[in-house]
């Protein structure tokens, strides 16, 4: 049977976050899904027992074209993200995301929790629309659900901007007319960690966002990162 959803996690090289993150995603309640793990590092040593699990093979080709193929291979309606170092803490993500789309919406997401080394936790609950993209992005990608044929009309990812392909995305969604659902719940645990702190790739980011400014006719944005909005 064709799932509703295709759940999609790129991983390089954590499979010690990445059991988690699978774990929070076989654990959705009400929800009937695929889950599909991109591979871009070394060969996994994980194996999924789950039939909903399949893995795909991304030959380290980084990991914007790890989510295209992704979503090339998915088959559920709707395609949700989920990164390798983060979990669903909300066991109904999936389930509030389809009742969104049956109330006639294309783009779902959730609040999140910003999880730190030293134990701290913050919450993370800014809303979005098509104005406020145009300064910040305030969504996180692992709280999202969408439409998958958004992409029919939108096409891929933009792999030429790594560190904000993300924004890139939602700026063309809004622009699309398509309509936004936030839900008020946290959904996500994002594990903040020096793996990811942004800080350690301050040069590319900045000519990432240079280029997300002249792609879409910006005015000029201040580097941030998400851990700047909690």
């Not at 991304?58 to 295209?68: D, G, L, Y």
């Not at 088959?75 to 109904?92: E, M, P, S, V």
Request: glycine residues 4%.
């Amino acid at each position: 049977m064709t799932p509703d959803f295709s759940v999609i996690i790129p991983t390089r090289n954590r499979e010690h976050f990445l059991q988690e993150a699978v774990a929070s995603v076989l654990a959705q309640e009400k929800a009937s899904l695929e889950l599909l793990v991109v591979n871009d590092g070394d060969p996994l040593t994980t194996s999924f027992s789950d039939p909903r699990v399949g893995v795909l093979d991304n030959h380290k080709r980084t990991a914007v074209p790890a989510r295209n193929l992704g979503v090339e291979n998915a088959r559920g309606k709707y395609i949700a993200f989920l990164d390798d170092d983060d979990w669903w803490i909300d066991r109904q993500h999936l389930a509030k995301a389809f009742n969104a789309f049956t109330a006639h919406r294309e783009f779902y997401f959730a609040d999140g929790t910003m999880m730190f080394p030293d134990g701290t936790q913050k919450p993370f609950n800014r809303s979005a629309n098509a104005a406020s993209l145009e300064k910040d992005n305030t969504i996180l990608i692992s709280a999202v659900c969408y439409v998958k044929s958004m992409h029919g009309t939108l096409g891929r990812f933009d792999e030429s901007i790594p560190f904000y392909w993300d924004w890139d995305w939602y700026l063309r969604v809004a622009r699309g007319g398509y309509r936004f659902f936030h839900q008020r719940d946290p959904a996500v645990a994002i594990r903040v960690h020096e793996g990811n702190m942004s800080s350690q790739n301050e040069i590319p980011r900045r000519a990432n966002l240079s280029a997300l400014e002249a792609k879409h006719h910006l005015a000029p944005i201040p580097l941030k990162s998400h851990v700047d909005f909690v």
